[in-house]
């Protein structure tokens, strides 16, 4: 049977089979083009949004900001500091860790900006990475258009294209004109306390000579598996090079391996550093280097040279003065970038794994060549985006799941292309069971609440492990027992209640405030029954029903997010509201089920799903969503919550 994955294979063009990698390598430069053009397009409209007071809605500026410190980082980089007027708090904004930003200023209009990467976040202070120290007195930044990246990943490509040995017997293999291969599986001790699927995933990757794949579909173990994997690389004596498209997802990976493995070295800017990762960051074994001392004093005399440069020195003498404290802050700083050089060197020459996101900063890694390369996350990665990581391997494991969401792609003549199709989902469509293990047991849902799941996606593979089977929300401690917190899945349909969708205001997302009402009700009714906040996730495949949803609930430690932003996460009780109602049973990117399937397998004990099926059921995934729901004799109508509209 074909997995439903297969089928939301858009319609574009057989990419392996353009028949030359020349032609393989243009198609995917002439997408990400089309990706440039539509990132750049967007951050104009973007920026000329200045005067408008909702300008940071969108969570992708953040104005008035005031830089409130700063120092100096690895490679001479400035780590400046921002915070809003008094310390208050930032908005909810998508300006991650390591995304590319811009940094100008926020009373100059015509001001360019310089770029810069987020390089910390707290909830009142953002950091970010600078080449350039910015002129202004109050900031503004922007998410920006990934350049760099995007430089990166063409050049990886073109010397794909080249690619000589080893290089290009594996670019043949992942474009399917060489067979992978694979030595019979050896019976190794397993030190991690696995299952047995992920024991036979395990075996199966280790005897992998080229490539192979571990399908972990939610909440299976796979970064627990695949952490073993790289155990027994490292055991084997293989160097490894771990890599993820999102620095949250290095992180995960990271936290797993350093209880595994003494050497374990994180490479960039993690999303949150727990104390017990820090020791692991390269910046920091950097700075416990001996020669840091030295590197120390010199940027101690740099951040002198800049205070004093920025002592507002008038007429053109002073301006001089200015230059040349400058200049010399400049020379000092590529001095210490030389030293930091070999220091990195040395530290990057110890470690067993290294751990970074897929957009490898070349120059860091230099030559570096691992026995084994690993991508977590695999299908959160565009085909341009991998190509970094697999020109290092000799041989690669890529996991993650097809059948959760793709890659985020901006340009809908890029995504109809291919763009959002990753190559763990190419390869396991081109070459079906014979390349990938999948992870069956899972570790987070009621049986019930994956059922679903498992039948539409996993050819009904997944067992729910014991220890989750027929857990309920009412086995918490202090919960009390109520139909909301003993059956483990609820439908409420809210059909012939005229809860009508629609356009958020000065927007394009979509909202539907008579569901929200519901969605607070029954909140309301969880936290009564003795659910705390924190056990709580509301989820929304729009973000304008998000902003609705957060401007009407206000519960400590009560998560509301989309369901692109929730992939990943877990939540004891997660109630999803569908947002679409309307007369034409248009569903829009509902239709990508992919993201439903992410949306279902959030919950631990309790799923909630709010939605009109009339609208829905035009669609036939959703009429069996519907049917389930109803055999299971968890279909309830909105008008058992009382009047809502
Ligand atoms: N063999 C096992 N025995 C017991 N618990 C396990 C086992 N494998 C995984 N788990 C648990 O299952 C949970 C999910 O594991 P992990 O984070 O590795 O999964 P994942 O598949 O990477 O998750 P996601 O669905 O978020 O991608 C964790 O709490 C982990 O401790």
Redesign the pocket.
């Known amino acids: 049977m074909q997995s439903r994955s297969s089928k939301h294979a858009s319609a574009s063009v057989a990419l392996e089979a353009l028949g030359s990698p020349d032609a393989y390598y243009d198609e995917l430069s002439r997408w990400l083009e089309l990706e440039g053009v539509a990132e750049r397009a967007r951050m104009v409209l973007r920026r000329q949004n200045r005067s408008r007071a909702d300008v940071e809605k969108r969570g992708e500026t953040l104005v008035d900001l005031e830089c409130v410190d700063h120092q100096t980082g690895l490679a001479g980089r400035w780590l400046l500091d921002f915070s809003k007027p008094n310390d208050a708090p930032l908005p909810s904004n998508r300006l991650k860790v390591g995304v590319p930003v811009v940094l100008s200023d926020d009373r100059d209009p015509k001001d360019q900006g310089i770029p810069g990467v987020v390089s910390r976040r707290q909830a009142n202070v953002i950091q970010v990475a600078t080449d350039a120290w910015p002129e202004g007195y109050r900031f503004r930044i922007d998410l920006s258009a990934d350049e760099t990246t995007r430089r990166r990943q063409v050049a990886a490509m073109n010397q794909a294209r080249t690619a000589r040995g080893r290089n290009r017997q594996l670019r043949d293999i992942l474009l399917g004109s060489r067979p992978a291969r694979f030595d019979e599986p050896e019976n190794i001790p397993i030190w991690?306390?696995?299952?047995p699927p992920?024991e036979d995933a395990v075996r199966f990757a280790m005897a992998a000579r080229d490539v192979a794949i571990l399908h972990?579909p939610?909440?299976?173990?796979?970064?627990?598996?695949l952490a073993e994997i790289i155990y027994q690389a490292v055991q084997r004596g293989d160097t490894v090079l771990a890599c993820a498209p999102s620095n949250t997802a290095v992180d995960?990976l990271l936290e797993?391996l350093v209880g595994m493995l003494p050497n374990v070295l994180r490479v960039g800017h993690p999303a949150r550093v727990f104390e017990a990762l820090r020791g692991h960051t390269l910046d920091e074994l950097v700075e416990n280097d001996p020669t840091t001392g030295v590197i120390r004093d010199l940027r101690r005399e740099v951040q002198e040279l800049v205070r004093a440069g920025n002592k507002g020195y008038r007429g053109k003498q002073g301006r001089n003065r200015k230059g040349a404290l400058f200049a010399e802050a400049g020379q000092l700083r590529g001095q210490i970038r030389s030293l930091e050089k070999s220091v990195i060197r040395s530290v990057l020459d110890t470690a067993d794994v290294i751990c970074t996101t897929t957009t490898i900063d070349d120059d860091l890694l230099g030559e570096r060549w691992f026995d084994l390369v690993v991508v977590d996350e695999a299908c959160q990665a565009t085909v341009p985006s991998i190509w970094q990581a697999v020109l290092r391997a000799e041989r690669l494991v890529l996991a993650g799941?097809h059948c959760q969401l793709p890659p985020t792609v901006l340009s809908d003549e890029a995504a109809a292309a291919g763009l959002r199709e990753s190559l763990m989902q190419r390869l396991v469509e081109r070459e079906g069971a014979s390349i990938f293990r999948r992870?069956t047991?899972q570790?987070?849902m009621h049986e019930q609440i994956m059922q679903f799941s498992s039948e539409q996606f996993y050819e009904n593979e997944l067992i729910a492990?014991a220890?989750v089977k027929q857990h309920q929300l009412c086995d918490l401690p202090g919960i009390q027992e109520t139909d909301l917190t003993i059956d483990p899945i609820t439908y409420i349909d809210t059909s012939g209640a005229e809860l009508r969708e629609e356009l958020e205001p000065e927007g394009e997302s979509k909202r539907n405030p008579g569901e929200a009402t519901l969605i607070v009700e029954l909140v309301r009714r969880l936290i009564d029954a003795g659910v705390t906040g924190d056990q709580i996730a509301v989820i929304a495949p729009y973000a304008a029903q998000v902003r609705l949803l957060r401007n009407q609930i206000d519960i400590p430690d009560l998560e509301i997010g989309t369901v692109d932003g929730f992939q990943?996460?877990?939540k004891e009780v997660v109630l999803i509201t569908m947002v679409r109602s309307n007369e034409q049973g248009e569903i829009g990117f509902l239709a990508d089920t992919r993201r439903t399937n992410v949306a279902l397998t959030r919950a631990r004990r309790k799923l909630i799903v709010v939605g009109e099926s009339a609208t829905l059921a035009h669609n036939p995934f959703y009429r069996q969503m519907l049917d389930f729901f109803e055999q299971a004799n968890a279909y309830r109508s909105v008008w058992e919550f009382g009047t809502i509209s």
Do not use: A, F, I
């Not at 991690?192 to 299952?195: E, G």
């Not at 939610?218 to 598996?225: A, F, I, L």
């Open positions: 991690s306390d696995l299952n992920q972990g939610p909440g299976t173990g796979k970064t627990t598996t995960n797993r799941d992870l047991v570790y987070r492990d220890s990943g996460r877990e």
